[in-house]
């Protein structure tokens, strides 16, 4: 697999994402008491941002050092239409993840724990999903198309989908846990598991870190074959995807009070998939610069969010 990333630049993205992690690690234990505040989540993903912006100035100048400003513009800018598209995409699995916190009346303390593990486990998700599409796409390029066929499907699905839809589906996958699995009726504290009369429960707060890790594996299903839309090349994929990931549990308590404000968000991504999807149909015809690529996602995001906060104005008037 051809890449740009060299031993070196592994290393230290390596390293950085172990720091990242110890650093929310921490902020995860100190906060024990209760959920992060609306200032609290505010400010650190402005920190997870300012870190993951810094990571792609740094890529670029040590492209531009190695292989000159074409390449060194060229990936970063890869990097983050990547970076973009995974945050935008992440969101709809926040409001997932505030649905699943909500059936369950699983107080913020024990939200903070699941979050931790989803994160972690959406960490080793992706980096074997990303290598594995890497792989299929180097082996196999007519992938591409099935990538963007199923883009443009979802995204159309997305588009007309309703919320009572996902919930039922939701559903259907709990009936069938609970079907296979001892469950005791109430949250037994922190504990995944305990043991009653010399038998293991599972604790609904397991089932809470199932569904979780369930969601992300559906939406890496979405968002994985889209950023091989705007490149294939391992490193560019992988550290914009892991760097859009551990903003998320800050991200989470960020939106946790105003995820109705944000109704039309779904129809947005919706379009953004669509988009992506015809670009990687039309790959071979018309080549989409990555410049174009991440103007028209941004525009998209921004006009949602307008029309959203155009439309909740009338709502309270």
Do not use: C
Not at 65 to 73: C, I, R
Not at 127 to 146: D, K, R
Request: overall charge positive; hydrophobic content about 55%.
């Amino acid at each position: 697999m051809q890449t740009v990333g060299t031993p070196l630049m592994w290393g230290i993205f390596s390293v950085i994402v172990i720091i990242m992690l110890i650093i929310d690690l921490r902020l995860q234990s100190s906060g024990r008491s209760g959920s992060m505040s609306v200032k609290h989540a505010a400010l650190w993903s402005l920190v997870w941002v300012g870190i993951s912006l810094g990571f792609a100035a740094g890529l670029w100048f040590y492209l531009q050092h190695l292989s000159g400003n074409a390449v060194a513009s060229e990936q970063t800018l890869n990097f983050l239409t990547g970076y973009v598209l995974e945050k935008a995409l992440a969101v709809d699995n926040v409001f997932v993840w505030l649905m699943l916190f909500s059936a369950f009346a699983v107080p913020p303390v024990l939200q903070q724990r699941v979050l931790v593990y989803g994160v972690l486990g959406a960490i080793v998700l992706r980096t074997v999903m990303i290598f594995a599409g890497s792989w299929l796409v180097n082996e196999f390029s007519w992938i591409l198309y099935i990538f963007g066929a199923f883009l443009v499907i979802t995204g159309i699905k997305m588009f007309f989908s309703k919320s009572d839809e996902e919930n039922q589906e939701e559903s259907r996958i709990l009936r069938w846990l609970k079907k296979r699995m001892r469950v005791t009726d109430q949250l037994e504290g922190e504990k995944f598991f305990v043991i009653r009369q010399g038998v293991r429960y599972a604790t609904p707060l397991l089932l809470v870190l199932i569904m979780v890790e369930l969601s992300d594996v559906i939406f890496a299903v979405d968002s994985i074959p889209a950023i091989f839309a705007v490149t294939t090349d391992p490193f560019i994929v992988l550290t914009s995807n892991l760097f859009a990931i551990l903003g998320l549990r800050a991200m989470y308590f960020l939106l946790s009070g105003v995820a109705e404000k944000f109704s039309l968000l779904q129809y947005g991504l919706a379009v953004i998939l669509t988009f992506i999807g015809v670009k990687m149909l039309l790959i071979d015809i018309w080549h989409i610069p990555t410049a174009v690529s991440l103007s028209v996602i941004a525009t998209i995001l921004i006009v949602t969010l307008g029309l959203n906060h155009w439309l909740n104005i009338r709502k309270k008037s």
